[in-house]
């Protein structure tokens, strides 16, 4: 395992821990109704945004299994989004992706982009064998995102929980280490 350098970059993007000077940046897409429709969760207060501020700032890489790093992601030096990697089990090197953007951003590739290089953390610096992405099943804008990875769906499951107010539906998506480097090589 080896923590990688920061900020990471990409074709458009840079990738590094949040700070607490992204209060601001954090509130304006976890403030919004339509951002939290498919999330866990409704919009959030400014004092609820300095309490998940806190929490993504105090981690800036994934020591132990159950830790969520998550990383602001910077458009031009304008903070726009969130991409999220959890550790999901050390004894099975299996992790999850997933994102949040703001929706002025929304539509043009941020999401998949963005998500691409938290995979590549995974696989790459975190050594993980499998990595998992799920969401509400009427999120098509989300499950597009993990095709568009490449991702495989593996799984839906129908009435799994009662969401906000009505039977809620899920799927799954994975790739594995293998997978992602063979997509890789042929880009
Ligand atoms: C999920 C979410 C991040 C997806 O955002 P998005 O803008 O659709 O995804 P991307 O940034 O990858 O952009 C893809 C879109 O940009 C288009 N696009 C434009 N230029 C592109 C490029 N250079 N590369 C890839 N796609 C590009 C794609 O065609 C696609 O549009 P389409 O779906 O109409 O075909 C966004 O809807 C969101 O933040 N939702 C609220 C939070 C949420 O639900 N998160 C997921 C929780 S599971």
């Known amino acids: ?70 990383l602001a992601v910077e458009k031009d030096g304008v903070v726009i989004g969130e991409a999220v990697l959890k550790w999901l089990s050390e004894e099975h090197r299996q992790g999850e992706v997933g994102y949040i953007f703001h929706p002025d951003h929304h539509g043009n590739g941020y999401a998949t982009e963005a998500a691409a290089a938290m995979l590549d953390l995974g696989f790459t610096h975190l050594g993980l064998h499998r990595i998992v992405a799920s969401c509400d099943a009427f999120n098509e804008p989300s499950w597009r995102v993990m095709e568009r990875l490449g991702m495989r769906r593996e799984a839906h499951f129908r009435h799994n929980e009662f969401f906000k107010g009505a039977w809620g539906e899920a799927l799954i998506y994975a790739i594995l280490e293998d997978e992602w480097r063979r997509m890789a090589d042929a880009r």
Not at 40 to 69: F, I, M, N, Q
């Open 1 to 70: 395992m080896t923590k990688p350098d920061y900020p990471i970059r990409t074709a458009r993007l840079t990738l590094r821990p949040f700070t607490p000077d992204d209060h601001a940046a954090l509130h304006s897409w976890q403030s919004r109704p339509d951002v939290v429709r498919h999330l866990y969760g409704g919009p959030r207060s400014p004092e609820e945004t300095t309490e998940s501020l806190a929490l993504k700032a105090s981690v800036t890489w994934p020591e132990k299994e159950g830790d969520h790093l998550a």
